[in-house]
């Protein structure tokens, strides 16, 4: 089923939303109300010290977004739920579009929307002006944009997976990684005779190459055609899961 009806995603993402609040609420409650209190405590103490934390809200970001979409479809890992899901009325394409608006875009902009009002209420309850262009600047928007492209993995290993889905998927990227760079070493050492990379005596061709279209290559190949392959694999997972 390839159809992609509006009405049938919008009452899709209702469905899910409420079957998943409770996945939710673990991923991002407990965690926020301790953001939420150490927020507040430090602009009451020093308001400017804030900036200090928004590595600490990029991590909670990244792990509650992350551990929310791999139990987007936890239903699958229980015969007696995933009954419901099987025979519902709507394609694996709203499925798939769904389980992402959810998870993404949705999940982004209500975490956003979250340090938002805490900085907000922080800035009133300490009474300090507290600017949220610290936050809300470039590096913020990266690491956003950063996690709307993993946060695709995370949605094959959701596809994939029966139970322990965000672990599995964390182990998989390593396992993946470390054979990358197995890989990338060996190549090195055959192009460079023993692998000694000296960029003194480095061709400049070769140089000029990295630099002006390798790396542009591989950055394209990340920002824009990386999420859309792993979610392209991920409807072919839950197609063939749901046969």
Do not use: H
């Given at each position: 089923?390839?159809?992609?009806?509006?009405?049938?995603?919008?009452?899709?993402?209702?469905?899910?939303?409420?079957?998943?609040?409770?996945?939710?609420?673990?991923?991002?409650?407990?965690?926020?109300?301790?953001?939420?209190?150490?927020?507040?405590?430090?602009?009451?103490?020093?308001?400017?010290?804030?900036?200090?934390?928004?590595a600490l809200y990029i991590v909670v970001f990244y792990f509650s977004g992350l551990i929310f979409t791999s139990k987007i479809f936890s239903e699958l890992d229980k015969p007696q739920k995933s009954y419901s899901l099987l025979t519902l009325p709507v394609s694996n394409m709203e499925k798939m579009a769904?389980?992402?608006?959810?998870?993404?875009?949705?999940?982004?902009?209500?975490?956003?929307?979250?340090?938002?009002?805490?900085?907000?209420?922080?800035?009133?309850?300490?009474?300090?002006?507290?600017?949220?262009?610290?936050?809300?600047?470039?590096?913020?928007?990266?690491?956003?944009?950063?996690?709307?492209?993993?946060?695709?993995?995370?949605?094959?290993?959701?596809?994939?997976?029966?139970?322990?889905?965000?672990?599995?998927?964390?182990?998989?990227?390593?396992?993946?990684?470390?054979?990358?760079?197995?890989?990338?070493?060996?190549?090195?050492?055959?192009?460079?005779?023993?692998?000694?990379?000296?960029?003194?005596?480095?061709?400049?061709?070769?140089?000029?190459?990295?630099?002006?279209?390798?790396?542009?290559?591989?950055?394209?190949?990340?920002?824009?055609?990386?999420?859309?392959?792993?979610?392209?694999?991920?409807?072919?997972?839950?197609?063939?899961?749901?046969?």
């Amino acid at each position: 089923m390839y159809q992609l009806n509006m009405q049938r995603l919008g009452l899709f993402i209702r469905r899910q939303s409420i079957m998943n609040i409770k996945s939710f609420w673990i991923a991002l409650g407990a965690i926020s109300g301790f953001l939420t209190i150490l927020t507040i405590l430090i602009a009451y103490v020093n308001p400017y010290a804030l900036e200090n934390l928004k590595a600490l809200y990029i991590v909670v970001f990244y792990f509650s977004g992350l551990i929310f979409t791999s139990k987007i479809f936890s239903e699958l890992d229980k015969p007696q739920k995933s009954y419901s899901l099987l025979t519902l009325p709507v394609s694996n394409m709203e499925k798939m579009a769904g389980a992402w608006l959810i998870t993404s875009p949705g999940f982004t902009m209500i975490y956003l929307l979250f340090i938002f009002l805490i900085i907000s209420l922080s800035s009133l309850i300490s009474g300090a002006e507290i600017s949220l262009r610290y936050f809300f600047d470039l590096d913020t928007w990266r690491s956003v944009g950063v996690y709307l492209v993993i946060q695709t993995f995370f949605m094959l290993g959701a596809c994939t997976f029966k139970g322990n889905n965000f672990l599995k998927t964390i182990l998989s990227i390593l396992l993946f990684c470390v054979l990358i760079s197995i890989f990338s070493a060996l190549t090195v050492s055959l192009i460079f005779k023993g692998g000694q990379v000296d960029s003194r005596t480095m061709d400049i061709g070769f140089t000029t190459y990295i630099t002006d279209t390798f790396v542009p290559v591989i950055s394209f190949l990340f920002w824009y055609l990386l999420g859309p392959f792993m979610l392209l694999v991920s409807f072919f997972k839950l197609k063939e899961r749901q046969v």
